[in-house]
């Protein structure tokens, strides 16, 4: 398996362990109910609408760049750098529904991770 594919499972498996997490949560609180459910799973396909349209605008910028000389910069990447912000975001959210559902989880794991989404983000900032 290519890493690329790799990177698309992961942020797959991060959906769905989030999901789990989410309703573990939920039930651990006593607040389970089917309509926050169903908001999940819509918020889990939106998630990957946001990846097609990232990468079909990437590439597009890449097709324009060839015809027209304009300096894209980091907005080639704009496919992978949604990916690995989501990617951080779900595991973010994974380890929330874990605190919060009592769960002992490490304090430099959720400062970490916060640590990557924002070097991520201010890269991204820069090239504008």
Not at 85 to 102: G, H, P, Q
């Amino acid at each position: 398996m290519k890493s690329s594919s790799l990177i698309f499972c992961s942020l797959f498996i991060l959906n769905v362990l989030d999901c789990l997490t989410g309703w573990y949560k939920a039930k651990v609180l006593k607040k389970e109910n089917s309509k926050s459910g169903y908001k999940g799973i819509i918020n889990k396909i939106s998630i990957w609408i946001l990846v097609l349209i990232s990468f079909i605008v990437s590439f597009c910028l890449k097709q324009i760049k060839v015809f027209i000389p304009i300096d894209v910069g980091v907005s080639i990447y704009l496919g992978w750098l949604t990916l690995i912000l989501l990617i951080i975001n779900e595991a973010r959210s994974i380890v929330e529904n874990l605190i919060e559902s009592n769960v002992k989880v490490p304090k430099w794991l959720s400062s970490s991770l916060e640590v990557y989404q924002n070097s991520v983000e201010s890269m991204v900032k820069k090239e504008k």
